[in-house]
């Protein structure tokens, strides 16, 4: 599967939350915790070749999920990203471990999700600030940040692992 999002920094989540619903967007989950953890192994091979291995706890279910290296765009993050539900966090870690991968970095953050036909619309708060993700086709996505007065030069194609790393010094 092909992912393509952008995020938006933003001030004010009720005054968005307020705007993506006036623009026809329906609320597809309330407010739920994400807990983030990527795996390497220990030479950062996954790294080193721009991919990477997220096990994500949402609630009481966990998923895996394996990114591609970017694709070349100038203002979209794109990536090949397949995910899956597992039903045993304990045994998909002892597994994880067993292949020599070990946690490299760790987040949380809140997310509530919209959606407006095939538009993903998240609002994302993170310990570095609170963001706008938009995920679907790139006119999609356009379009419906033109609709809350955001243009392309708000677009950032950065993920929340290399916004918290920058803002850390990393």
């Not at 992912?3 to 619903?21: N, P, S």
């Not at 070749?49 to 096990?55: E, F, I, S, T």
């Not at 033109?146 to 692992?161: A, E, R």
Request: hydrophobic letters at 35%.
């Amino acid at each position: 599967m092909l992912e393509i999002e952008i995020k938006i920094r933003i001030d004010d989540l009720a005054d968005i939350k307020e705007k993506i619903l006036s623009q026809g967007a329906t609320l597809a989950n309330e407010r739920h915790s994400h807990d983030d953890t990527f795996y390497d192994w220990p030479t950062l091979e996954l790294r080193r070749k721009h991919h990477a291995l997220r096990v994500r706890k949402i609630n009481k279910k966990i998923f895996l999920t394996f990114k591609g290296p970017e694709q070349k765009s100038r203002k979209f993050k794109i990536r090949e990203e397949y995910e899956t539900e597992v039903k045993n966090e304990k045994h998909l870690r002892k597994i994880l471990k067993s292949l020599g991968l070990q946690p490299v970095f760790q987040y949380s953050k809140f997310r509530t999700v919209f959606r407006k036909k095939r538009l993903t619309i998240c609002l994302d708060e993170t310990p570095i600030g609170d963001f706008l993700e938009l995920e679907g086709q790139q006119s999609e996505i356009v379009k419906f940040a033109d609709t809350l007065n955001f243009s392309k030069k708000d677009f950032i194609k950065l993920d929340y692992v290399q916004l918290i790393q920058r803002k850390k010094g990393s």
